[in-house]
């Protein structure tokens, strides 16, 4: 990366006086976005019991997923309407609830309508994880804020992993048990409220010459932010849900196909520990252009098998710092934008919602083959946006 250091890019914002998280309120943060990994990472491995259980064709099953995100955007949306006028500690205690108690229904669900809507129950409190920590470390921090977004993001990952591994292990057959003890998991977390602020912290000001860009086109910029959060959250759901399947259809076995996915998952994890360090030195621009234009070559090699589990761990190491990176750039270049950290968040579950049905039908037309390629064109469109955002930021 040549680009210049973040310090340049925008001026550094001291932490809040007050702060945010005590020591053992940032550890129970960050095990609470594990579990949040260890979630969305189970539905796709899962899916050929539940295509077994439930008599389910490819699209039918993706719809497990995309129930998770149709609760995640409506846990966004009401959190945000939320935030400021009810406790950050009672909006984060009554997630980690929904999403134990939508875990544990689809776990034990009866029929497949049963399971979808538990499923998107356990969005729900998903996405208000997902909104409130994000909202709260992408201001607790002060010049920090990156790199902590990257760590939070990186435990995503740790949990992302061990999905994948734990019903590898116990076999797809039994993923209730898994995912009943994924619901038991949540509740400790609910001790740990008392170390984190319960008031919401101000926003941090932004860059006096990116404002007055913005006055000109803040909408426009607002969209292309929440583009690029929709494509690239549907890529990373996209290949969580269906390498382990075209890997099995290129000739891996299941336990190989299976071991890859938590490869890729490992790959995000380290990508986020190995930003936070570089997110001190180089803007948040410099650091989205590598990762899409790596992801965008590394999709692209995935078409060929013997490549295609090297390549897959390559999409999650490049794809890994997109998210956490991307929500301080919009709060320094939008300060006054009040919901466009709620836009992008939602937007980044619409991605996961579009991601199942759409690559499930693309599936039945095109065949299971051509998945690596699908989402190396969606990868082409996330480097177009954030080129689109480079020029439509540039100070005057």
């Known amino acids: 990366m040549t680009d ?8 550094l914002t001291p932490a809040p006086a007050v702060p945010v998280f005590s020591r053992a309120a940032v550890v129970a943060s960050c095990a609470g ?12 491995p899962a899916i050929p019991a539940l ?15 995309s129930a998770h995100f149709v609760g995640g955007v409506a846990g966004v949306l009401l959190f945000d309407r939320l935030y400021g006028r009810v406790g950050n500690r009672r909006i984060i205690g009554s997630s980690y609830l929904l999403m134990a108690v939508g875990a544990a229904g689809f776990a034990l669900a009866s029929d497949w309508p049963v399971a979808l809507a538990a499923a998107l129950l356990a ?5 208000g994880i997902d909104y409130g920590l994000n909202q709260l470390f992408a201001v607790g921090f002060g010049h920090r804020s990156t790199a902590m977004l990257n760590v939070l993001h990186a435990h995503f ?6 999905g ?30 008392r170390g984190m602020r319960n008031d919401a912290p101000a926003p941090a000001g932004g860059d006096t010459c990116g404002d007055r860009v913005l006055r000109r086109s803040l909408g426009s910029v607002i969209a ?23 890997l099995e259809t290129v000739g891996y076995s299941a336990g190989a196909a299976a071991t890859a996915t938590s490869v890729y998952w490992l790959m995000m994890t380290v990508g986020r520990f190995l930003v936070a360090p570089l997110a001190l030195r180089f803007s948040a621009q410099a650091i989205i252009t590598v990762s899409c234009a790596g992801m965008t070559v590394c999709l692209l090699a995935a078409s060929v098998p013997a490549l295609a589990p090297y390549a897959y761990a390559g ?15 919009l709060n320094r270049a939008a300060p006054r934008a009040r919901r466009a950290g709620a836009l992008v968040i939602a937007a980044s579950m619409a991605g996961g919602v579009a991601a199942g049905p759409a690559l499930g039908k693309a599936i039945e037309w095109s065949g299971v083959r051509a998945v690596p390629l699908l989402l190396c064109g969606v990868s082409a469109l996330c480097l177009a946006a954030t080129v689109w955002l480079i020029r439509g930021l540039r100070s005057p």
């Not at 210049?4 to 001026?11: L, S």
């Not at 295509?51 to 997923?65: D, N, Q, T």
């Not at 292309?224 to 849900?241: K, M, P, R, T």
């Open 315 to 329: 999409v999650g190491l490049f794809i890994a710092p997109i998210f956490p990176t991307g929500l301080p750039w």
């Open 51 to 65: 295509r077994e259980e439930f008599g389910l064709s490819p699209s039918a099953a993706g719809l497990g997923l």
């Open 224 to 246: 292309v932010f929440v583009a690029l959060y929709v494509l690239h959250v549907g890529i990373e759901a996209g290949v969580g849900g269906w390498e382990p399947t075209h």
């Open 157 to 162: 990952g740790v949990g992302a992993i061990l």
């Open 123 to 127: 969005g729900l409190g998903f996405g």
């Open 164 to 193: 994948p591994a734990l019903i590898g292990a116990v076999g797809s057959g039994h993923y209730p048990a898994v995912f009943l003890g994924f619901a038991l998991a949540n509740l400790p977390l609910l001790l740990c409220l």
């Open 4 to 11: 210049q250091p973040t310090q340049r890019a925008a001026p």
């Open 33 to 44: 976005f594990m579990l949040m990994g260890v979630l969305q990472a189970m539905y796709g």
